[in-house]
């Protein structure tokens, strides 16, 4: 079935059975809010008792790349989406003989491959930031003469919170950062000096109907997301432009669900795109709270083909993650931490904490957004004793 055979079938309806890939917190909140909707929700996973297999109806388990599990798997549901994108595309063409894959398999062969990724949308004049191909010494050589250092030399395939790149300061570095990635297809990319880190959380239907939150203000730690603001003064500037440019990369991509934008805001007030990911994301974790239709129901509405919602904040909202770490003390002291008002909790169902792993968030309103952020970390901190 192709994307407009698609597009002309009637909207999938409480009652059905939505199928997701991949396992983790995201396919966990999906389901969640899924079933409030009225719908079914099946999991694939690649390992049981997974943090969405806690909440959906059936858990099939199998490898990834198990092109007749998946069959079966996408026989039992209306519609796929995903949590995550390592995906091969030989599974995505097995799911899309059944029905319809929401985002399509088009959108996932490039968002999964960061040199697509950056051709593509460069290609469209969509604003990226400046990069080289990678796959001999001689283009990494080019790279070098061409952008110059800092840089950054990543992996085109796999990675994420910073796994699979290398920073290069210095242009008798770079050799010795490709050999450190295993001399795989890579990208470099200038590293950008910019002001401001910040994401548009955006969604559009299978009519092109489109629905974003953002700019979300966003801090990182060691590479993984820290805290999430909205609205937050230093970028509210940026609104118009940062949600034009995310519409722009859903519609080039056609995409029907949910995409992040992740941006850099230069010093000099130019808005860059730094990667995309095609499912709701960390950062929009604030909007379950803060808006009247939360990044999750937002991609249920969006896969299914209902009318889409309206998720730009209503109130001020902070988001921090819950790394492994906060366990490092022993049980962190939860009740300590919701006797901050506006506080709110979730966690993932992990089992096992370790340092870096997400293993849920905090939110926190409040009316005026500097309070918000204090509160999250407050409550945060107040986890560990401190």
Same mark, same amino acid.
């Given at each position: ?5 698609f597009r002309r079938t009637a909207p999938i309806l409480p009652g059905a059975t939505l199928g997701v890939l ?15 909707? /009225? ?16 909440? *959906? ?41 059944? /029905? ?61 919170? /910073?796994?699979?790149?290398? /920073? ?9 950062? $490709? ?7 890579c990208i470099y990319e200038q590293k950008i000096d910019f002001e401001h880190e910040v994401s548009v959380i ?39 432009? *940062?949600?034009?440019? *995310? ?55 969006a896969i299914c083909g209902l009318p889409l919602g309206e998720m730009q904040p209503v109130f001020p909202a ?8 906060? $366990? ?5 002291? $939860? ?52």
């Amino acid at each position: 079935m192709d994307r407009a055979q698609f597009r002309r079938t009637a909207p999938i309806l409480p009652g059905a059975t939505l199928g997701v890939l991949g396992s983790g917190q995201l396919g966990r909140m999906f389901a969640l809010a899924a079933r409030e909707m /009225g719908y079914r929700v099946h999991t694939y996973s690649n390992e049981a008792d997974s943090p969405t297999g806690h909440v *959906a109806d059936q858990e099939f388990v199998g490898e990834y790349n198990d092109v007749n599990r998946i069959r079966e798997f996408a026989r039992t549901v209306a519609v796929v989406t995903f949590e995550f994108e390592n995906i091969s595309a030989e599974a995505v063409q097995a799911i899309e003989e059944s /029905g319809p894959v929401r985002p399509g398999g088009h959108v996932l062969h490039v968002s999964q491959h960061r040199l697509r990724e950056k051709s593509t949308l460069a290609r469209a004049g969509l604003p990226v930031t400046p990069f080289r191909a990678v796959v001999s010494s001689a283009d990494l050589q080019a790279a070098v003469e061409q952008l110059g250092v800092p840089a950054i030399l990543k992996t085109a395939e796999g990675g994420y919170d /910073g796994k699979g790149q290398v /920073g290069i300061d210095a242009v008798d570095r770079a050799e010795a950062a $490709w050999e450190q990635l295993g001399r795989r297809e890579c990208i470099y990319e200038q590293k950008i000096d910019f002001e401001h880190e910040v994401s548009v959380i955006a969604a559009r239907g299978p009519e092109g109907e489109f629905s974003a939150c953002g700019p979300i203000y966003n801090e990182h730690r060691r590479h993984i997301l820290d805290l999430s603001v909205f609205p937050a003064p230093e970028v509210q500037c940026y609104r118009q432009e *940062a949600l034009e440019i *995310a519409r722009g990369v859903l519609e080039h991509l056609d995409v029907v669900g949910v995409m992040c934008v992740e941006m850099f805001v230069t010093r000099s007030g130019q808005l860059l795109i730094n990667e995309v990911a095609p499912r709701p994301h960390n950062s929009g974790h604030l909007t379950i709270e803060a808006s009247l239709c939360g990044q999750f129901e937002q991609q249920v509405r969006a896969i299914c083909g209902l009318p889409l919602g309206e998720m730009q904040p209503v109130f001020p909202a902070a988001m921090a993650n819950l790394l492994g770490e906060v $366990w490092d003390q022993g049980p962190p002291r $939860w009740a300590e931490a919701l006797k901050i008002p506006g506080v709110r909790l979730h966690l993932y169902g992990k089992q096992q904490p370790r340092p870096g792993r997400k293993m849920g968030h905090l939110t926190a309103l409040h009316p005026q957004v500097e309070k918000a952020v204090e509160h999250v970390r407050l409550a945060r901190e107040r986890l560990s004793g401190r």
